[in-house]
T-cell receptor, first 112, second 116 residues
Framework: GENVEQHPSTLSVQEGDSAVIKCTYS??????FPWYKQELGKRPQLIID?????GEKKDQRIAVTLNKTAKHFSLHITETQPEDSAVYFC???????????FGQGTRLTINP | GAVVSQHPSWVICKSGTSVKIECRSL??????MFWYRQFPKQSLMLMAT?????????EQGVEKDKFLINHASLTLSTLTVTSAHPEDSSFYIC????????????FGPGTRLLVL
């Protein structure tokens, strides 16, 4: 089955700096790559996603880059703010399946 | 938008009782709904995939007789934890997708279950 690895597990950055979280996957046929943000006790919320026909997608301070050859994709947050502090999850659907396999999560802390 | 609700938001029950959790898509029809369990400081673990009008597909290691799933309509799926025990205490979250493979999943707010 699909194996999803997410790094780092924790990340602490100064406010205003950039944060990068990386996700690797095993199924080369996967073609949809979302990132979710989960605040404590709340539901996961989709913040950005990318499909395999593009290599990069940007939405204001958030971007996702995809390297299908190497089977990894990354979340980039620029000009970080305290409200960016949360747990971030990548997810990948196994080929031919509707379900998502989630990474282990990255706890991001923005230091003022 | 795509709004998913879940009820109840939290429940405390005695060991041996059954608990039903509802998941509703409020402004769209969900062909597929998913049920996850999340333990503290851990990732989301998929329990089962539920398609309207058909039997749920359970992930390996999830007891289908203990976690009963019903998907009676395109806007409602229910999860019943039967004969709950303390080890079933967890955060249960549903999600709903509008279409098929590769479609975005929208999550409900979750249900926190505490079994005494």
């Amino acid at each position: 089955g699909e194996n999803v690895e997410q790094h780092p597990s924790t990340l602490s950055v100064q406010e205003g700096d950039s944060a990068v979280i990386k996700c690797t996957y095993s199924d080369s046929a996967s073609n949809y790559f979302p990132w979710y943000k989960q605040e404590l006790g709340k539901r996961p919320q989709l913040i950005i996603d990318i499909r395999s026909n593009v290599g990069e997608k940007k939405d204001q301070r958030i971007a996702v880059t995809l390297n299908k050859t190497a089977k990894h994709f990354s979340l980039h947050i620029t000009e970080t703010q305290p409200e960016d502090s949360a747990v971030y999850f990548c997810a990948v659907p196994p080929q031919g399946a509707q379900k998502l396999v989630f990474g282990q999560g990255t706890r991001l802390t923005i230091n003022p | 938008g795509a709004v998913v609700s879940q009820h109840p938001s939290w429940v405390i029950c005695k060991s041996g009782t059954s608990v039903k959790i509802e998941c509703r898509s409020l402004d769209f029809q969900a062909t597929t709904m998913f049920w996850y369990r999340q333990f503290p400081k851990q990732s989301l673990m998929l329990m089962a995939t539920s398609n309207e009008g058909s039997k749920a597909t359970y992930e390996q290691g999830v007891e289908k007789d203990k976690f009963l799933i019903n998907h009676a309509s395109l806007t409602l799926s229910t999860l019943t934890v039967t004969s709950a025990h303390p080890e079933d205490s967890s955060f249960y979250i549903c999600s709903a997708a509008k279409g098929g493979f590769g479609e975005t999943q929208y999550f409900g707010p979750g249900t926190r279950l505490l079994v005494l």
